[in-house]
């Protein structure tokens, strides 16, 4: 499958990956993904890790609850959780001697010519020094005019300014089904979609996690970013261990 002809996968967790509802921190879960992200490494392949939880992870810290957070604050907060953020990847990524480093990026960084071909510079650099970036949105600096708002958007751009083959959405669905599998019964998982059309777009429906923003519609946005790219995309669940493993190892 396209996994292993790629070169350089971007892969985007949310937030509902690395904390659980009752905000504790999915230990187990990020020590295996760093093995699933080592193997990828070891198949010589460059890496991007797109991951959101700042906000998540600076109201942990803060004991604040997300819900209700103005702008101006969510911005503080993010500010406290990026650090909190790449203190984790480091804690579990280290021991793996994979080594990181951190890009966060607003919108026009992607969107205007100059800062992009400037990001995929600095992105080709990072790779030939043997580094996994881990990319957030600048939240901080992002005001909401200027926002992604969620990192599925994120993630196809950062995709597409890096010249990806694949990048990989890891969330807590197994992908694009028919109906909601959450309120429908005979939802049936759609498991590949070679053009996003009309009917596609229409059975994406928005769908609220706890501690994400990016539901069904904003993945298939990304996955039209990838199409004009030429970048295959995958929406896989993030919530097995391993689970880029899971997702392409039978495939
Ligand atoms: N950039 C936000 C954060 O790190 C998350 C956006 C999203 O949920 O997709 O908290």
Redesign the pocket.
């Known amino acids: 499958m396209y996994l292993k002809d790629s070169k350089t996968v971007v892969v985007k967790i949310?937030?509902s990956l690395l904390i659980d509802k009752d905000k504790k921190i999915r230990v187990k879960w990020l020590s295996e993904f760093a093995k699933d992200i080592k193997n990828l490494k070891n198949l010589k392949k460059n890496i991007i890790i797109v991951?959101?939880?700042?906000?998540?992870?600076?109201c942990k810290k803060l004991k604040l609850s997300k819900k209700n957070l103005k702008l101006d604050k969510s911005q503080a907060v993010?500010s406290i959780?990026?650090i909190e953020?790449m203190n984790l990847f480091k804690e579990f990524f280290s021991p793996k001697k994979i080594n990181l480093s951190q890009i966060l990026l607003t919108l026009e960084d992607t969107e205007k010519r100059r800062r992009a071909i400037n990001a995929k510079r600095t992105f080709e650099n990072l790779f030939s020094l043997g580094f996994v970036p881990i990319v957030?949105?600048n939240?901080s600096i992002a005001t909401s005019e200027i926002k992604?708002?969620?990192?599925?958007r994120?993630a196809s751009r950062v995709a597409q300014i890096s010249g990806a083959d694949c990048l990989i959405l890891l969330s807590d669905v197994e992908g694009l089904y028919t109906k909601n599998p959450k309120i429908n019964k005979e939802a049936i998982l759609i498991k590949e979609i070679s053009t996003i059309d009309d009917k596609i777009e229409k059975i994406a429906t928005k769908s609220i996690s706890e501690?994400?923003?990016?539901g069904m519609k904003t993945k298939i946005d990304a996955a039209k970013v990838c199409q004009l790219s030429g970048c295959h995309m995958a929406i896989a669940n993030g919530l097995v261990h391993r689970p880029i493993t899971a997702t392409f190892d039978n495939s």
């Not at 991951?51 to 600076?58: D, F, K, Q």
């Not at 992604?148 to 599925?152: A, M, P, Q, R, S």
């Not at 501690?211 to 990016?214: D, K, L, N, R, S």
């Open positions: 949310g937030s991951s959101s939880g700042a906000i998540a992870l600076g993010a959780g990026q953020l957030n949105e939240d992604y708002g969620d990192n599925d994120l501690h994400g923003t990016g």
